[in-house]
């Protein structure tokens, strides 16, 4: 997609003062609540054992745990387009604001969770009700951060700002990957499983209380308000508007986020569990190892904001799909007889899977105003949910079967990538996709 030409249009002006402190605050808020979000899946291994019986087979018990961490991503839409549809109404702020109460309170709690030796079949059941509730709470809380600091930023760094709120979202992982790593160095196997493996999740509680607290400071769009005061508002249901006149967007959207979400899943949060099992890696270095992927990817979503700005969509995701698709292809054929490049080829690996820092410029660009965050937060939330929710369990069960199972699947949603790289380069400046973002 050639939004080149609308942005040279627009006037240049920089990220002033203003504007980083909007998306420095944004950033960290995302941030904490991602952390909150995926520091499940780091101590995957360690809630099977507790909080399913220890007589069934280990590929079950993994296939389980991993089908209650999809669960968060298939309760993501009804909260996200619960938040959307009243952050269309009443305003961005109020509902980014929202997002991170229904983050900390489940976090704490699940921190403070019987497990199955004290309470049997409730163990799984009530880690599965926080785990639906931590979804629908980054339902609102992602596509609320994009539509919120792209309404901030001048229009001619529109992706800069997307990438950097997507980086800040991918440092609460680095976040999470890194306590887990010190709890690995701090305590032993059988001291995570005694209680220590609370210890993350009673942290990301307090990390939420005070994301809740830095967003007091933010202020609302200048979209919004301008749109508030001119009375220029959705006169009807915004999902509405978006199913029915905007279907080209919501299409393009969801392969974006295909994409993304397979990127993220696979390449950051299923990749050190993989590495431990099949290859051997201790739990440490293959923690560390995906430490500095994620430095990689954070910097990755910021080249990929910067290009999308200069480029436009065609170009950067047709190549940046490309080096996706060939470098973590490298990366894990090599792991199956040569862990010695686990670093070099993860790190590479995570800078390429920046391109998702591209994915949200072309989202809030999709819709026009008064339905953004409703339509931008429908296409994700329905995309991920099936996409990301699903693909945990398939690969829990395809990796039974075959060591290259990740890279094969990553493999098939860089074509999608490359796919959809294409046709933005052959829709160019036609109407449907390059709504002005004020």
Not at 118 to 141: F, K, N, Y
Not at 239 to 267: D, N
């Amino acid at each position: 997609m050639t939004q080149t030409a609308s942005a040279a249009a627009a006037p240049a002006r920089k990220l002033n003062r203003n504007d980083c402190k909007t998306l420095g605050l944004a950033s960290l808020g995302g941030a904490l609540e991602f952390y909150d979000f995926i520091i499940y899946v780091f101590f995957a291994l360690v809630l099977g054992k507790l909080f399913f019986p220890h007589d069934i087979p280990g590929w079950l018990r993994q296939l389980q745990v991993f089908g209650i961490f999809a669960a968060g991503y298939l309760a993501r839409p009804l909260g996200g387009i619960i938040m959307a549809h009243f952050g269309d109404l009443f305003g961005r702020k109020r509902m980014f604001t929202l997002s991170i109460v229904l983050m900390a309170l489940p976090t704490l709690a699940m921190g403070l969770l019987p497990t199955y030796q004290d309470v049997g079949v409730w163990a799984p059941i009530l880690l599965l009700l926080l785990r639906v509730l931590q979804g629908a709470a980054i339902g609102g809380e992602v596509p609320g951060a994009w539509v919120f600091v792209a309404e901030h930023a001048p229009p001619s760094r529109t992706g800069l700002a997307c990438g950097i709120i997507t980086s800040g979202l991918t440092i609460g992982i680095l976040f999470g990957s890194l306590i887990a790593m010190a709890m690995n160095l701090l305590f032993t196997p059988q001291q995570l499983e005694s209680g220590a493996w609370r210890i993350p999740f009673l942290i990301g509680g307090v990390f939420g209380l005070v994301a809740m607290y830095l967003r007091r400071w933010l202020h609302e769009t200048p979209v919004f308000s301008e749109m508030q005061a001119r009375k220029a508002l959705s006169a009807e249901l915004p999902l509405k508007a978006v199913l029915r006149g905007h279907r080209l967007g919501m299409a393009v959207s969801m392969a974006a986020t295909a994409m993304l979400s397979v990127t993220i899943v696979v390449v950051i949060l299923m990749t050190p569990t993989f590495l431990q099992k099949q290859f051997g890696v201790p739990p440490v270095e293959a923690l560390f190892a995906n430490s500095l992927a994620i430095v990689a990817l954070s910097v990755g979503c910021i080249v990929a904001g910067l290009a999308v700005d200069r480029f436009g969509g065609g170009p950067v995701f047709t190549a940046g799909s490309l080096l996706l698709g060939v470098s973590s292809w490298c990366f894990y054929q090599t792991m199956g007889h040569d862990v010695s490049w686990l670093h070099p080829l993860y790190t590479l690996t995570g800078f390429f899977a920046g391109i998702v820092g591209a994915v949200p410029f072309l989202m809030v660009r999709a819709f026009p105003a008064p339905i953004r965050f409703s339509g931008l937060s429908f296409s994700y939330n329905v995309a991920y949910a099936v996409v990301g929710g699903f693909t945990p369990v398939l690969l829990s069960l395809w990796m039974e079967v075959s060591s290259l199972a990740l890279a094969c699947y990553l493999m098939i949603f860089c074509l999608v990538g490359l796919a959809m790289g294409l046709f933005l380069l052959a829709w160019g400046d036609r109407p449907g996709l390059s709504h002005p973002v004020h």
